[in-house]
């Protein structure tokens, strides 16, 4: 069976999509924001199209193991400060990191979920430094960061330079710094980071792929889906939302299909 990779992402991103609405009120484009950024740093790196395309997968999913249970009690909180609340704990990158493990990569990443929250100085979770860093995790943590200290939609350029020069050498390499530094001097970066072109702007970077899957890889990708869902779900007990993630083949694509109020 022909399956469309890139067709997959968008539904995995379009499901997460939902049930943060569910979560938040609100989509907050945060996922969508970081693949953007960490894909246009991966085309300024030069990467092959196989690692950005797996890059912008991994940057989609990098909270996908942050367990909303612990915002029960931070409803007053802002969308921003639940986020950032949401991925305050280390384990949300070891279930993330597990969780994924069967997806369909193209490149084999490893420990990039695990490594998300590391500083290039060893600050982090797991004390890791320097190019002991797996790049991918370096490039989705300076994104994660810029997103979660600011509001990318209005910040002004000025603050979110001083932030980066202020790291250079510090939470973030020279060498990261300097290619954001880089891209925050185009107007077009700015324009496409708001939340009415975010959508449109990733899809822009993101390579083409389709890949031959048998039934066994369809059944395992379904699985990695429902763990993440399940995760995702446990602040709606007690509400009545279930989610079923049903796929069907429709033109060569598979598509995830999300319903509300199911009893299993
Ligand atoms: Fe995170
Ligand atoms: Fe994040």
Redesign the pocket.
């Known amino acids: 069976m022909n399956f469309s990779l890139n067709e997959f992402l968008i539904s995995v991103s379009n499901t997460l999509d939902a049930i943060e609405t569910d979560l938040f009120g609100v989509p907050t484009n945060?996922?969508k924001r970081?693949a953007y950024i960490a894909t246009r740093i991966a085309h300024k790196l030069m990467l092959k199209p196989e690692e950005i395309f797996d890059l912008a997968a991994l940057s989609l999913m990098?909270?996908n193991g942050?367990t909303m249970k612990i915002l029960d009690d931070k409803i007053n909180y802002t969308v921003k400060q639940k986020?950032a609340v949401s991925?305050s704990r280390k384990e949300h990158c070891l279930i993330g990191e597990a969780n994924l493990k069967h997806f369909p990569f193209l490149t084999n990443p490893e420990d990039i979920i695990k490594y998300?929250h590391e500083d290039y100085n060893g600050g982090g979770f797991f004390g890791l430094s320097g190019d002991d860093i797996p790049l991918f995790a370096q490039i989705i943590h300076i994104s994660?960061n810029l997103?979660?200290k600011f509001d990318l939609n209005h910040t002004s350029k000025e603050l979110l330079v001083n932030y980066i020069v202020a790291n250079r050498n510090g939470k973030f390499s020279i060498f990261l710094s300097d290619i954001v530094l880089d891209l925050m001097d185009e107007k077009e970066f700015w324009e496409d980071l708001k939340d009415e072109n975010i959508k449109r702007a990733l899809e822009h970077q993101i390579p083409l792929f389709a890949n031959a899957l048998s039934f066994k890889n369809i059944r395992q990708i379904t699985h990695t889906l429902s763990r993440i869902i399940d995760a995702k779900s446990i602040l709606q007990e007690g509400t009545q939302q279930d989610y079923l993630v049903v796929c069907l083949k429709w033109q060569d694509t598979i598509i995830l299909i999300r319903r509300q109020n199911i009893k299993f």
């Open positions: 945060h996922s970081i990098h909270d942050a986020i991925e998300h994660d997103d979660l």
